[in-house]
């Protein structure tokens, strides 16, 4: 009804709320979150597709990516603070690979600082993706970097069916605590259909 009648600052957040197009409805135009949801919650026993690997779980899509695989930082920030205020148990992060560049870095850092602090307050644990752009990230001037200064922060990569580090996945001891199967992965897609997808996400 365009009107925020639960006061929580968001217009009409009634499914989770899209920093991309300011609006509740955050629904994926790139396929990674919709295949994280499918992985994580798809309903079990109903004979059709996937089963989750927690079916029972409620999910709240927050969207800051927009349809080419891009994001803006502030757009970032605003959906680890809405994920805090709704006081989610967990947040599932699809990061893409991100550097900082000189001219932003200050700023950008001190938002990161700043967000992991309510994130820290809120003891609420993130899982972020490492990225599967192939990149080391050891040099740690990249956003995950800046995010794994929060205990609350798991960073995770790929491995293939051989427990083999893809080409496509980010790696680097500062920046990534552990890696999962991230090849060829059967789950839910956009449009009610189910694709394999790559990715360290």
Known sequence: DQVDDDQNGYVDDFVGYDFVDHDGLPYDRHGAG????GIIGAVADNGV??????PE???????????????????LVSSIEYAVKMKADLIVLHLP?????????????AMVAEV????????????????SSGLNLSKGEDLLTALRLSSNVIAVTSI????????????????????????????????????ELSSTS
Do not use: H
């Open 34 to 37: 919709t295949a994280m949801a």
């Open 49 to 54: 597709g996937i089963r989750g690997i927690a």
């Open 57 to 75: 779980i409620s999910l709240l899509p927050v969207r800051f990516i927009d349809g080419s695989g891009q994001f803006k930082f502030p757009n």
């Open 97 to 109: 690979s991100y550097t900082f560049k000189p001219s932003n870095a200050k700023v950008e850092k």
């Open 116 to 131: 992991l602090k309510k994130v820290d307050a809120a003891a609420l644990p993130i899982v972020v993706s490492a990225g």
């Open 160 to 195: 293939d069916k051989n427990e083999a580090r893809p080409a496509i996945a980010n790696f680097g001891r500062a920046a990534v605590e552990t890696a999962a199967p991230g090849e060829a992965v059967l789950s839910t897609a956009p449009g009610n259909s189910y694709q």
